[in-house]
């Protein structure tokens, strides 16, 4: 090959690698502090993921990583919920308000702002979005979640 050609050729590939489409552009879970997100679910009339963590916890780091990277999740969460995080270490009331004494802590708030649903600790993407449809689809007001599992 000629020395052009493989000039050629590599910026044919580092350009390649530069440009990423627009639809590709990865998007990020629209986080709510916790009084904006209350409020919104109320206009919106949504339900409510509400996502206690802190900065020193390494389970609410693999979720970040993990769990809240998920292009599904992502998604999910931003048609269909208001999402709200909260500090536990900084957001002191809030977090004794809602009993929270390990991290991550995971809630479900329906229309009225009263929880449906707590999922403590790490949660995989798959779980995870599990629990998103079957709380948004209202299944938990008439089957446990092993028979939405079942039902699917």
Known sequence: MSQKL???AVMVIVISCLWIPESGL???INWKSYA???LL???KNKKVFLHFMTDWCGY????????FSDERVIQFLNDHFVSIKVDGDRETQIRDSYKVT?????RFLGNNRKQINRLPGFIQQDSFLFYLEYIHTDSYKTM???EYYKSR
């Open 6 to 8: 493989k000039w050629i």
């Open 26 to 28: 990865s998007q990020s």
């Open 36 to 38: 904006d997100g209350i």
């Open 41 to 43: 679910s109320k206009q």
């Open 60 to 67: 609410c780091k693999k979720m970040d990583l993990l769990t």
């Open 102 to 106: 390990g991290y991550p802590d995971n």
């Open 144 to 146: 446990s979640p092993m």
